[in-house]
């Protein structure tokens, strides 16, 4: 152990007999609370599904039990969640998909978030611009939908079943239509006044939003699905689809065309890792920005976070230092690998870590000092992993931006175009994360798959905008760390930094615990719930092969896991 791990464990160790002799408790904070749902992971013994929706759940595991495998089940998943949760994901949409291929032992990113349509003019989106703040909430914020390319392409590399099998029960539920919940009314509700006349006649009714309780019913989104189960990906990307787009945009003023939409790719990358204390945490690669999350943990490796306590003010104060560091590691760093790649063997090295982890002052909070780059977030997202019998995995995380995205429904499609433009940072005019036209659209979707001995062990995520790569390494550190199970450590309350100088504390923190936290000099602002996230883990038999699995969907939303 370096020198410098030494003295931090020491901190620790001062930490912790301090926060021992405060409290009494070694793993303060009300973790074991049962917020309405029991503690305990779904368990399964041929497969998992977890999901924001419970009708998606369901979806996936219907194609897994009809001899599917975990890709064909994760095209059938986000097509429903894009019926059920229509407000977060769907045909008009992007992410990010970490995926593991069993046969070939082989993890793979898959990136759907498409590139900047070509005719973007970033200054638009800012200052002296006229109406520049309703372009980024309009048809301006339309960026080159990229989900359904992904969907086809891992059907048509990795799929066992017909394309066409796929999609039935997304096509069903759109028809026959599905009861409202008080999440997707809210959502409606909140939206309503701003969606175009297409989209007010799908989920009003006598010119009102569709209230909880009322039937949602979508027959253009089941004729859009049936289009591209028939057709492919090509009916979106050149086909009947893409020029109703095209045409849609051409009316509205947006700057996505048809040759945005040929000309796109779902790309495959290598995904990133590092090792956190003997197991290998792997994540999206740039184009992606979810290398902060790898950052996060590497900073945390330094010290003895079981010896803190989870969740102590100690503990929390190193990770909110740390998490602060990463985002600016992010605003600094986060380019296009082919333009601009971030510098990746220096960020994700020990010598690197121990160099920041050894200006952190373990008293007293630091200001945050931003690299003159505002970044904003996506609000509206949604994830979902699901693994196979035969140990394939797929952890997806998909969003429309903003909920409903640009709040446009395409006429006669049933089909919500993104906003992801918005979330572009345009200050100053030409940092890395601008709008620059034809680049790749940098996302902060962070989904994870976690190896021990060389096998998938744990795969999760969660949307949350810059949220997301915090939570993540937070659930990993439960996991790792202080041995937690895949629901207890998705369930753990947890914080986040957020701009311009604040801790984000969930309201299940206690109240002391906050203010130690406000007294180490932290701006503590108390919030009911960070991200949604799903996760599962896997066990193996004496073979090797998976022999069960255990899955979690968060108490912070209205998901399911459900093994078989």
């Given amino acids: 152990m370096s020198g410098k791990k030494i003295f931090v464990s020491l901190i620790a160790l001062v930490a912790l007999v301090s926060f021992k002799s405060s409290q009494g408790a070694l793993h303060p904070g009300r973790e074991a609370q049962n917020l309405g749902r029991k503690l305990t992971p779904a368990v399964g013994t041929k497969g998992m599904v977890s999901s924001a929706h419970p009708l998606a759940t369901q979806a996936g595991l219907d194609i897994l039990k009809a001899g599917g495998n975990a890709f064909d089940a994760a095209v059938a998943i986000a097509a429903m969640l894009n ?3 229509p407000m977060n994901s769907g045909i008009g949409g992007y992410g990010t998909i970490l995926v593991y291929e069993a046969e070939k032992r082989n993890a793979r990113f898959l990136d759907s978030s498409g590139k900047i349509p070509i005719n973007v003019d970033s200054d638009a989106f800012r200052p002296p611009t006229p109406n520049y703040k309703d372009n980024r909430r309009g048809p301006k914020a339309v960026s080159t939908p990229g989900n359904v390319n992904a969907w086809w392409a891992m059907s048509s590399e990795y799929g066992k079943l017909k394309w066409s099998e796929l ?3 997304a096509i069903k539920t759109a028809e026959q239509g599905f009861e409202v919940k008080e999440r997707l009314a809210r959502s409606i509700e909140y939206a309503f006044s701003e969606f175009n006349e297409h989209g007010q006649e799908v989920y009003g009714k006598e010119g009102k939003p569709l209230g909880k309780g009322d039937v949602l019913v979508q027959k253009d989104l089941a004729k859009s699905l049936g289009l591209i189960a028939e057709q492919g990906a090509k009916a979106v990307y050149g086909g009947k689809l893409g020029k109703i787009i095209d045409k849609a945009m051409r009316e509205s003023g947006g700057f996505l065309t048809i040759e945005d939409l040929v000309a796109d790719r ?9 090792n956190y204390r003997g197991y290998k945490v792997a994540t999206a690669s740039p184009p992606s920005t979810a290398f902060p999350s790898l950052i996060r943990l590497g900073l945390m490796s330094c010290f003895d976070n079981f010896r803190l306590g989870h969740n102590s003010p100690d503990y929390l104060h190193f990770f909110a230092e740390a998490t602060k560091h990463a985002f600016w590691c992010r605003l600094a760093h986060a380019g296009d690998p082919e333009i601009n790649p971030p510098p990746l063997e220096k960020l994700l090295s020990e010598e690197y870590w121990e160099d920041v982890v050894s200006k952190i002052d373990h008293k007293k909070a630091k200001p945050f000092s931003p690299p003159r780059i505002v970044v904003k977030q996506e609000k509206n997202t949604t994830h979902f992993v699901v693994a196979d019998r035969w140990g394939n995995i797929v952890s997806a995380t998909q969003t429309l931006g903003n909920s409903f995205g640009c709040r446009i429904m395409v006429e006669g499609t049933g089909i919500w175009l993104n906003n992801s433009l918005a979330y ?5 005019k030409g940092n890395p994360m601008d709008a620059h036209a034809g680049h790749r659209k940098l996302s902060g979707d962070c989904p994870t798959i ?11 995520g969660t949307p949350g905008g810059h949220t997301i790569g915090q939570t993540v390494p937070q659930m990993v550190m439960n996991l790792i760390d202080f041995k937690m199970d895949i629901q207890k450590a998705i369930a753990a309350p947890r914080i986040s930094f957020a701009e311009p100088d604040l801790i984000l504390v969930e309201n299940r923190i206690e109240a002391s615990i906050q203010n130690a936290l406000r007294e180490k000099g932290h701006n503590v602002r108390e919030v009911r719930g960070l991200g949604n996230a799903h996760g599962l883990m896997i066990e193996y038999d004496a073979e090797g092969k998976p022999a069960r699995f255990y ?6 939303g209205n998901g399911l896991a459900k093994g078989y």
Avoid: M, Q, Y
């Avoid at 572009?424 to 100053?428: A, H, S, V």
């Fill in 83 to 85: 019926v059920v949760e």
């Fill in 167 to 169: 999609f039935k029960s």
């Fill in 266 to 274: 779902a790309e495959w990358w290598k995904p990133i890792s590092i």
């Fill in 424 to 428: 572009c940072t345009f200050e100053p």
């Fill in 450 to 460: 976690i190896f021990k001995n060389g096998k998938p062990w744990a795969a999760l």
């Fill in 551 to 556: 899955g979690a969907a968060d108490v912070r």
